[in-house]
């Protein structure tokens, strides 16, 4: 009988050890992941040069998801920041950090292309296929 009871605390104290073990080991690999990663899921912006102005000065009043979401050219971007400007009291902002905002915004948030729009409207669009010389 005693060998049983010492049986069961050494196989509960192997599984409580295993259990540490396996903890200790996706604690260390979890913190090796980079914590950037984790921020751009979070935030939805792609990486770029500008992308920390951009959330500077934008995400103090409305989620970076709202960025996310819009695809504009730099000419509607511009327009949309007067507008913020003018109706919603944002502050003023120097060339040089509008530049690289818009910058950012033109590479990273600008429209889809027309012709891929075409193409989720009709199966036999141009952009997605040659055009037919049978069907002009």
Not at 44 to 57: N, T
Request: with cysteine; hydrophobic share 40%; net charge positive.
């Amino acid at each position: 009988m005693k060998s049983w009871k010492v049986e069961k605390l050494r196989s509960r104290k192997v599984g409580w050890l295993a259990g540490i073990l396996v903890a200790a080991v996706a604690g260390i690999i979890y913190a090796g992941a980079p914590a950037e990663l984790d921020a751009d899921r979070f935030l939805g912006l792609k990486p770029g040069k500008g992308r920390e102005l951009v959330l500077a000065h934008c995400i103090a009043c409305h989620s970076p998801a709202i960025i996310h979401t819009n695809h504009m050219s730099r000419k509607e971007w511009d327009k949309t920041i007067t507008a913020m400007q003018i109706t919603n009291g944002m502050w003023p902002l120097p060339d040089s950090v509008r530049r690289q905002i818009l910058d950012y915004l033109e590479q990273s948030q600008r429209p889809p292309d027309a012709g891929l729009r075409l193409g989720k409207s009709s199966p036999w669009a141009a952009p997605l296929y040659r055009p037919n010389p049978f069907w002009k």
